[in-house]
Every structure is written in C-alpha cells, then in structure tokens.
C-alpha cells in the first residue's frame, strides 16, 4: 500500500462535458494512481494510503446511474481501509463528494462545489485547498484542461505538499474513450512548473491532432493537413518548442 500523500482536483466542464483531474505530490508515478475517469460518467481522484479500486468502483457505480454522493457512500462503506482513505468525485450531473478518513495525515482535508472536488493531505496548510477551489470557480471561462491546471499552480503557491514536489499529472477525458490529454511529469524537482511547460508544447502540437484521431463516430478520423505537416517538422520548430534541436 503506498501513501499518495498529495493535492487534487477531480472535475467537470457543464458546457463540453469533459472530465480531469489534476494532481501533485511527493511520490513519482501519481498519474497512474490517482486519477480515474469514464467519459459522459464522471472522475474521481483516490489518494492518501491509496486504494485504487475505490476510484475503479466509484465510477463503475456513477456509471450505473448513482450520484456522486451515493457512489462515495458505498465504496467508502466497503473499504476497511476507510480511515487513511481520501477520495474525491463528480458526476455527470456536476453533484460533488468528497471523504477525507480521520486517520490520514495532517494536514487534510477537502472542498466540494458544483463541478469540483478539491482534496489533499499531509499539506503545509488548508490554504493549498482553498486555493484550489477558488482558482477553479473564478476560472470558469476557461477550458477544463487549463482550467485544472490552473487550480493546481494555485495549489503548489499556497504551500502544497509539507515534504517537497516529486511528480505532478494532468487527466482529461472528452468524447472518447482514450484520453483527450494525458500529461505526467515524475521525477521532478518543480512537477507542477514542469507540467505546465509540458502542456503548453501539447497545447500547440498534441491536441490538434487528437482531435482529429479516429472516433466512434468517424473511424477515419480528420485530421487537418496544416497539423500533419506541423507534425513532420522537428519538435524545436513546431509552435510551443519542445524537444531537442536536432
């Protein structure tokens, strides 16, 4: 069992209906651990002494018609590892819940809001979380991506994790059921500095292309031809950088 000892939030956009969750920590690998999310369901971000499969569950069950309250009432209710548990949900409906186990390390703690949940612990400070609940709310014009990694920037200013920074992610689901974007720093001495340059380079060169990979709907796909040439030239000479002059 590994201590996710982390910052998150776990959210909708009501206009796109996307959904992400932006995360830091002290520990390499929490993209592969916190976040989970089904397109047109929901999100969920598990942590503390984490258990991934209260994520797992708790969507299985958003899937299956239940609010976010009702699905964090009954995987919550199931895990005898309750106490050192956090998790933080929304679903389709933009309804929010949150559970932070009384044994989880100081400081801890969440805010829910319409479209969000907010979590952390083993924080410098409740301010790592109000402040990431009102990035998010005041960043309402934002597009769901940007606006996550809003909240999460202003959640490693007001302090973040008590122990230091080690690996940072950002998870969005669209239409799809692969990722719309998918971004993980591990390893890292500035995580969340190093996610943002990361997802302003996918900003330019990543995110026109998936929009045009193959879906459901067009197994083709469209992808423009301004974006394949973009895409055939070397990454330091692609709008936003990124990579190593050849």
Known sequence: MIEVTTFSIAARCPRTQMFGVAVSTAVPGVGGLVPFIQPAVGAAATQSWVNPYLGIDAIKLLAAGQSAQAALDAVIAADPGRAVRQIGLV?????????????????????????????????????????????????GSLALPERLLVALEAGQRAGGDKRGRQSAALRVMYREEYPYLDLRVDEHAYPVAELRRVFEVARHQLLPFVEGLPSRANPLGAIPAEVGAMLMVPPPFRPGGGGSAP
């Open 91 to 139: 679903d389709a409906a933009g309804r929010s819940a949150a559970w932070s186990g009384p044994e989880c390390t100081p400081w801890f703690g969440h805010v829910t809001g319409t479209d969000f949940a907010a979590q952390g612990n083993m924080l410098i400070g409740e301010s790592t979380i109000t402040a990431m609940a009102e990035a998010f709310v005041a960043g």
